[in-house]
């Protein structure tokens, strides 16, 4: 049964930076895209950002580009979102999850049984 942890979220001031890690076991992640998506509050999910399963293609949000990185551990089973610059609008519950990065653009994320429980963002000041 795949399972998703998500950690490092926390209150952050403006401008500030924070490192999400979401830990992955029941499945072969080396063999999966994977992405962070978020639930700001009062509205729906949208992804975040995806990494190919080899590492080689990124895929960003364009309200996070060149804030925010993603990157990934095969060996570990683990991403990571590095997320510098935050701003008040990225105050969110964030989430892993495996998805396509080729569908990024053409869809809308749905949260799964699977999921984890998410790590909250908050960037107040």
């Known amino acids: 049964q795949a399972q998703l942890v998500e950690s490092g979220g926390g209150l952050a001031q403006p401008g500030g930076s924070l490192r999400l890690t979401c830990a992955a076991s029941?499945?072969?992640?080396?063999?999966?895209?994977m992405t962070w998506a978020r639930q700001a509050p009062g509205k729906g999910l949208e992804w975040v950002s995806a990494?190919?399963?080899?590492?080689?293609?990124?895929w960003y949000l364009d309200s996070v580009k060149g804030r925010f990185t993603i990157s990934r551990d095969n060996a570990k089973n683990t991403i990571y979102l590095q997320m510098n610059y935050l701003e008040p609008e990225d105050t969110a519950l964030y989430f892993c999850a495996p998805a396509a990065i080729s569908t990024m653009s053409l869809t809308q994320p749905r949260r799964e049984a699977y999921w984890g429980q998410g790590t909250q963002v908050t960037v107040s000041s």
């Open positions: 029941g499945f072969t992640f080396s063999r999966y895209d």
């Open positions: 990494i190919a399963k080899d590492g080689s293609e990124t």
